[in-house]
């Protein structure tokens, strides 16, 4: 089916930036939206970007909105997200996911990566 590879997570001092990416692997004819979602210790995961399929359409956390950016390259099909100002806050794990629609409210993401490590200390 679909193998979701995630790589960029780190250490930064609040500020800071990092860009995560995430690989689709796909082994159907399915165009995926791609995106995160964060868990931090003691939360519930919760949602944080996502992008459709042609890149025409974005949807961002109230929490990220004008810090990260959600990009991708559908040759490779690839999402990035690119982390600015982070805040230690945003501490958490990043899990890059992937559904047949941007609407993750009401389809949730059918594939789930591993997740990466993000750490912003203060």
């Known amino acids: 089916q679909v193998y979701l590879a995630e790589s960029g997570g780190g250490l930064v001092q609040a500020g800071g930036s990092l860009r995560l990416s995430c690989t689709a692997h796909r082994r159907t004819a399915d165009n995926y939206a791609m995106g995160w979602f964060r868990q931090a210790p003691g939360k519930t995961r919760e949602f944080v970007a996502f992008?459709?399929?042609?890149?025409?359409?974005?949807l961002y956390a109230d929490s990220v909105k004008g810090r990260f950016t959600i990009s991708r390259v559908n040759a490779n099909y690839t999402v990035y997200l690119q982390m600015n100002s982070l805040k230690p806050e945003d501490t958490a794990v990043y899990y890059c996911a992937a559904g047949l629609t941007i609407a993750v409210a009401s389809s949730p993401p059918t594939y789930w990566g591993l997740g990466t490590q993000v750490t912003v200390s203060s």
């Open positions: 992008i459709s399929w042609s890149g025409a359409q974005t």
